[in-house]
């Protein structure tokens, strides 16, 4: 059980890995946009991992509390990463 668990945060690093990089061809990134990633990235990595081997040793207010705490601090981050940092830059494309 703990095995597919880290083989699913690895595969999640690998997706957030192309996220960033594909999110960097279509907006101008800063430094304040990739630590805004980076910790959206390590707080949601933190909250798969904290809920799933919480739940899988039967402690279900711990991993409720995982999802609560790390999960929406989390979204916040990534959503105001997002709106501050990333969407008013665009990247215009020649085609």
């Keep these: 059980m703990m095995g597919l668990q880290w083989y699913l945060m ?3 690093t690998v ?3 192309n ?5 960097g061809a279509r907006y101008w990134l800063d430094w304040r946009a990739y630590l805004g ?5 390590a707080l949601v990595w933190l909250t798969i991992g904290w809920s799933w081997a919480s739940f899988a040793e039967g402690e279900a207010q711990s991993g ?3 999802l609560m ?7 916040l981050t990534l959503s105001c990463t997002w709106r501050y940092f990333i969407a008013p830059r665009p990247r215009l494309l020649k085609r």
């Design 10 to 12: 690895g595969m999640l």
């Design 15 to 17: 997706v957030a890995w």
């Design 19 to 23: 996220a960033v990089s594909s999110i």
């Design 37 to 41: 990633l980076a910790a959206s990235a």
């Design 64 to 66: 409720a509390m995982g």
């Design 69 to 75: 705490i790390f999960g929406l601090g989390g979204l």
